[in-house]
Nanobody, 126 residues
């Protein structure tokens, strides 16, 4: 069974940076797309970024392009999200997600159909 555990969230001032980590287990992940989405309570999930565990094919939502960088460590089954230039509107619960490549049809599919972790809270103060 796929398990995803996020870490690295916290409180940061606007303009600051955070690095989120996701430890993936339960499969080899060579056939998975992994990535991140976020959700504010009461609002819909917002897909952010995805990548192959090999590190290829990174994708970004327009809202984070140029500020967030996704990366992976195939040997450690880890996925990371480096977040720079954080804004108060980036405050949310951030989730790691994994989806079989055969089911992947874009960032939205990762958020809607993937395995999720428990999430990590990111709060950006103004």
């Amino acid at each position: 069974e796929v398990q995803l555990v996020e870490s690295g969230g916290g409180l940061v001032q606007a303009g600051g940076s955070l690095r989120l980590s996701c430890a993936a287990s339960g499969d080899t992940f060579e056939n998975f797309i992994l990535g991140w989405f976020r959700q504010v309570p009461g609002k819909s999930r917002e897909p952010l970024s995805s990548i192959y565990m090999s590190g290829s094919n990174p994708e970004y939502a327009d809202s984070v392009k140029g500020r967030f960088t996704i990366s992976s460590d195939n040997a450690k089954n880890m996925v990371y999200l480096q977040m720079n230039g954080l804004k108060p509107e980036d405050s949310a619960i951030y989730y790691c997600a994994a989806l079989l490549r055969s089911y992947y049809s874009g960032l939205r599919s990762l958020a809607d159909f993937g395995f999720w972790g428990q999430g990590t809270q990111v709060t950006v103060s103004s």
